[in-house]
């Protein structure tokens, strides 16, 4: 009797703190904030969430100077050199006088994405710098008063679409080109006239980008951190409202825009604002357990830090390898892997990351099944790599091979039974023993590797499994 009266308490207490955690979530009402909750459930967004390896390319004038200027090396980011102080900026904004890709060819750098195996890109149509590769309206600074003069949106939009590859476009909202653009709240009734001309330059050239290119899936937005961007939230707000009537289904991440409190990415209750997290630059979480539920992908560099184009790089470059891991990795956190390319100022794309490609698609052609479509599973994860899932196929994603050549694969009391295991890249199938149980009453199997097996590249093991005869037992209990 009297533990039942603790017991009773006990699930009070609990049933009111856990009501309160959830008051607390949407305890302070915004009218900016997160405007769903919970990933989106539309066509679209599954289709985005189903990519699991993009490209994103940054590409402008910055990739002239390919980060040096007059013999001087510029250690940062290629694509920033312009606030580098030993380039002048009216060098830098004299740049596009020269921009003439005549090597620039959008159909060999789609064909390459594809053989790479990815499924989305993003490309830069405006970087901080303010040069738009495409012809707008509303500026000067574009690719029509360059030599090379046509539309490089709408090549590259129309090539990677043909190939089958979903095109989102990158949009910074900074912009170092525009005279009305300010990063601090206007504070002068000049400045106020300024900054209102910067909102409606940058909403026509979005609108402008939608009506140009209306197969395009999505908006990549950076450059969104400023002050004065931030403190128009109510106006931003209403901004991606008209952007997504106008392209059913778009999908944006959590950069465009804050909440009335200046909260960014995560709302002032914790919710996530927009489609997808995009938090994850240059950056992969540590477990599922960091992602709050959310959709989200993780824009990668090839070396340290550089997106667009450096003549030289130093220090460690990633490798297939590397890449390959990282995918995986994000794909069982169900994210996106987007790895980024800098073509050069003529248009080439760049030996190094042409390499890259093919290896990666190499690898791509064998072991695909484990990356589209897929999805974290919650078979616990072991050191010798990643789960990723998709209905009743589990796929062992190994990365370092156990020394006994054998996988170990743990399911809980009443989960998955295994029921055959083959190598994704012969269908030869593998051996499941079982190992007994551990004290959770787990069940533990060893996936056999056969000891001639010669390991020179991850590889991934396809098991196929069933829910457990314990379900249907208790189903025939019920019966009777
Ligand atoms: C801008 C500012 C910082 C601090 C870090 C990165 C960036 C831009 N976002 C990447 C996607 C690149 O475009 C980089 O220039």
Same mark, same amino acid.
């Given at each position: ?42 066509? /679209? ?40 102080? /030993?380039?002048?900026? #009216?060098?830098?904004?004299?740049? !596009? ?64 679409? +043909?190939?089958?590859?979903? @095109? ?9 080109? !525009? ?96 489609? !997808? #997290? ?20 993780? @824009? ?15 220090? !460690? ?61 919650? @078979? ?11 209905? +009743? ?62 390991? @020179? ?6 098991? #196929? ?5 314990? #379900? ?9």
């Amino acid at each position: 009797m009297k533990k039942n009266l603790f017991l009773t308490l006990f699930l009070c207490l609990f049933t009111v703190t856990a009501l309160q955690a959830q008051n607390k979530r949407s305890s302070i009402p915004l009218k900016h904030g997160a405007h769903r909750i919970g990933k989106r459930t539309d066509a /679209e967004m599954q289709r985005w969430r189903e990519h699991g390896l993009g490209q994103f390319i940054h590409w402008g004038v910055y990739a002239i100077p390919g980060g040096t200027w007059e013999g001087k090396y510029y250690p940062g980011a290629a694509e920033w050199i312009r606030s580098w102080k /030993e380039m002048p900026k #009216d060098a830098y904004d004299n740049l !596009y006088k020269q921009f003439n890709p005549t090597a620039f060819d959008a159909k060999k750098w789609a064909k390459q994405a594809k053989e790479m195996g990815a499924n989305y890109m993003i490309f830069t149509t405006k970087h901080h710098d303010g040069f738009c590769l495409w012809p707008s309206a509303y500026t000067d600074y574009t690719i029509a008063s360059s030599p090379y003069k046509k539309d490089i949106v709408k090549q590259v939009v129309d090539a990677y679409t +043909n190939e089958g590859i979903d @095109v989102h476009l990158y949009f910074s909202i900074i912009d170092w080109n !525009y005279q009305g653009y300010r990063s601090s709240p206007p504070v002068t009734r000049q400045d106020s006239i300024s900054y209102e001309s910067f909102k409606q330059f940058t909403r026509n050239q979005l609108i402008e980008l939608l009506t140009n290119y209306p197969t395009i899936k999505g908006l990549w937005f950076d450059g969104s951190w400023d002050k004065a961007w931030m403190n128009e939230a109510a106006w931003v707000d209403q901004l991606g409202n008209e952007l997504r009537a106008m392209h059913p289904g778009l999908v944006i991440g959590s950069r465009f825009r804050a909440d009335e409190f200046g909260k960014r990415h995560y709302d002032t209750n914790g919710d996530l604002i927009d489609d !997808y #997290d995009q938090t994850w630059e240059r950056d992969l979480p540590n477990s599922i357990e960091d992602l709050n539920g959310s959709d989200w992908d993780c @824009v990668m560099t090839v070396p340290e830090n550089q997106w667009g184009y450096h003549s030289e790089w130093r220090g !460690y470059v990633k490798t297939d390898y590397d890449l390959i891991e990282m995918m995986v990795k994000a794909v069982s956190m169900d994210g996106n892997f987007v790895i980024n390319f800098g073509p050069d100022g003529k248009g080439n794309i760049r030996p190094e990351e042409t390499e890259l490609a093919q290896k990666i698609g190499e690898w791509m052609k064998v072991n695909k099944e484990a990356i589209y479509g897929t999805h974290h599973s919650n @078979v616990k994860k072991q050191d010798w790599g990643y789960f990723t899932q998709k209905g +009743n196929k589990l796929y062992l994603c190994v990365f370092n091979k156990p020394i006994n050549n054998r996988l170990m694969i743990e399911i809980p009391k009443g989960g998955i039974d295994l029921l055959k295991a083959c190598f994704l890249e012969n269908n030869q199938e593998v051996e499941i023993k079982s190992a007994g149980r551990n004290k959770r009453n787990s069940s533990l199997y060893h996936v056999v590797l056969p000891d001639s097996y010669q390991v @020179v590249r991850p590889f991934v093991i396809v098991v #196929d499994t069933e829910q457990k005869g314990s #379900d249907k037992d208790e189903y025939q209990q019920a019966k009777i």
